[in-house]
């Protein structure tokens, strides 16, 4: 359950980052509302994961999900580019996601 939960708050992670990103372009109460829905849905969710997992583990995980997805986000929805170093970097975050749930 608490990997689930982890990886719940790394999408609520993206989404905070998406509306971040929304908010810089279009100013509104609604997406105010959606950014902190997304920053508080990932904070509850990551508690909750560190109820069982390591503190270092479960921060780890988190901030990769949410900076590898926020750039996934990015290419495809905001023409960010898709160059092959950048893939490969996210790709090694991911497996040092995976590395981490392996060891622990």
Same mark, same amino acid.
């Given at each position: 359950m608490a990997w689930l939960s982890l990886i719940v708050a790394g999408m *609520?992670?993206?989404?905070?980052v998406a509306m971040m990103n929304k908010l810089n372009r279009v100013r509104s109460w609604q997406v105010i509302c959606l950014l902190c829905l997304g920053f508080g849905?990932? *904070?509850l969710f990551l508690s909750l994961a560190m109820k069982t997992l390591p503190m270092s583990t479960a921060?780890?995980?988190w901030t990769g999900i949410g900076a590898s997805g926020g750039a996934v986000l990015g290419m495809l929805l905001y023409g960010e580019s898709k160059d092959f170093r950048?893939?490969?970097f996210i790709v090694m975050i991911l497996g040092a996601a995976v590395g981490l749930k392996l060891v622990d």
């Open positions: *609520f992670e993206m989404f905070g849905g990932s *904070f921060y780890a995980l950048r893939v490969l």
